[in-house]
C-alpha cells in the first residue's frame, strides 16, 4: 500500500515539475537527478499553443509501468490544460511606423479691401462708416457721429429749401391769383367805363340834336312873315323848350356818373 502511495506521489511529482518546465518559469532536475538545460519555448510550440483554445484539454499519457506497479495500482490518466499564449511578434511582424510630416501653419492671405472678423472677411466700409465686429456674429458698418451730423445737417437745410420753396410757391400762387382778381377788376372797370362813356355819350349827343333842333325851328320862325312879336313869343318857347330839355338830359348825366362812380369804388 505504501508503495502504490509512493509511486503516485512521485509520478505526480514529476508531472507537475514537467508542466512547469512546459511553461517556462523553472529548470528542474530530471527523474534521474540529472541536470536538464532550461530552453525557452520553441516559437513553433508557442504558436501550436496558442491556436489551440483555453477550453481544450491535452490528453497526456504517464510512462510505462512495469508489470508488478500496474498489478497492485490502477493506470491513472493525467490531464494537463495548456493555458492560452499570445503570439509573440517577431521583429518582421512588428508594424512599421510611419512617418508623418509635421502641419505646416495655414497662412491666409488678406484679401485686398476686406477686414477680418471673426474669422471671415468683409468688404471695407464706404466713406463715413464705421466697421464694427461683434463679438458673435457678423460685421456691419455703422455710420460714423461726423457723418451723422452731416446728414442731420444736410436734411435740414433741405427741410429749409423745401419750405421755402413751398412759402415761394405759395406767395407766387397768391400774386397770381391777386393779379387775376386784380385784372378782374380791371376788366369790370374797363366794361363799366365803357358802359358809363356810351351812355354819356349818348346823352350828349341828344343835347347836341336838341340845340341843333332848336336853332332850326329859331331860323324857320324868323323866316316866317309875321308880326315881330309872334316872332319873339314863338322863338323864346323855343328856347325854353330846348333849355328844358338839355337840363333833363343833364340831369340824367349826372345820375349816371353817380351810378358809374359807386359801381367803380364796389371793384376796388
Known amino acids: 500500500m505504501l508503495n502504490f502511495f509512493g509511486s503516485l506521489f512521485h509520478k505526480t511529482g514529476i508531472m507537475l515539475v514537467s508542466?512547469?518546465?512546459v511553461m517556462g518559469l523553472v529548470s528542474t532536475p530530471t527523474p534521474n537527478n540529472a541536470p536538464v538545460p532550461t530552453s525557452p519555448i520553441p516559437q513553433a510550440a508557442v504558436q501550436q499553443a496558442s491556436s489551440t483554445s483555453s477550453s481544450e484539454a491535452v490528453t497526456v499519457l504517464p510512462p510505462s509501468i512495469?508489470?508488478?506497479e500496474t498489478?497492485?495500482?490502477?493506470?491513472?490518466?493525467?490531464?494537463?490544460v495548456a493555458p492560452s499564449v499570445s503570439p509573440i511578434a517577431t521583429p518582421q511582424n512588428?508594424?512599421?511606423?510611419?512617418t508623418v510630416a509635421p502641419?505646416?501653419?495655414?497662412?491666409?492671405?488678406?484679401?485686398?479691401?476686406?477686414?477680418?472678423?471673426?474669422?471671415?472677411?468683409?468688404?471695407?466700409c464706404s466713406a463715413g462708416?464705421?466697421?464694427?465686429?461683434?463679438?458673435?456674429?457678423g460685421a456691419y458698418c455703422q455710420i460714423s457721429q461726423q457723418q451723422q451730423r452731416a446728414n442731420d445737417q444736410a436734411a435740414q437745410e433741405a427741410a429749409l429749401q423745401q419750405q421755402e420753396a413751398s412759402a415761394q410757391a405759395a406767395q407766387q400762387a397768391q400774386q397770381a391769383q391777386a393779379a387775376a382778381a386784380q385784372q378782374q377788376k380791371q376788366n369790370q372797370s374797363n366794361a363799366l367805363t365803357t358802359t358809363y362813356n356810351n351812355q354819356l355819350n349818348a346823352l350828349n349827343q341828344?343835347?347836341?340834336?336838341?340845340?341843333?333842333?332848336?336853332?332850326?325851328?329859331?331860323?324857320?320862325?324868323?323866316?316866317?312873315p309875321i308880326p315881330l312879336e309872334i316872332q319873339q313869343g314863338r322863338a323864346q318857347q323855343l328856347l325854353t323848350?330846348?333849355?328844358?330839355?338839355?337840363?333833363?338830359?343833364?340831369?340824367?348825366?349826372?345820375?349816371?356818373?353817380?351810378?358809374?362812380?359807386?359801381?367803380?369804388?364796389?371793384?376796388?
Not at 103 to 124: D, H, S
Open 94 to 98: 512588428q508594424p512599421q511606423m510611419e
Open 71 to 80: 498489478s497492485s495500482a490502477p493506470s491513472v490518466k493525467k490531464t494537463l
Open 129 to 137: 462708416y464705421n466697421f464694427v465686429c461683434p463679438t458673435v456674429g
Open 206 to 224: 341828344q343835347i347836341v340834336n336838341i340845340k341843333n333842333q332848336y336853332y332850326t325851328d329859331l331860323a324857320a320862325n324868323n323866316s316866317n
Open 241 to 268: 323848350t330846348a333849355n328844358n330839355q338839355i337840363a333833363q338830359i343833364q340831369l340824367q348825366e349826372q345820375q349816371l356818373k353817380l351810378n358809374y362812380q359807386e359801381q367803380l369804388n364796389a371793384l376796388q
Open 19 to 21: 508542466f512547469i518546465t
Open 103 to 124: 502641419k505646416q501653419p495655414v497662412v491666409t492671405t488678406p484679401l485686398l479691401n476686406t477686414t477680418l472678423c471673426n474669422g471671415t472677411y468683409y468688404p471695407n
Open 66 to 68: 512495469p508489470q508488478s
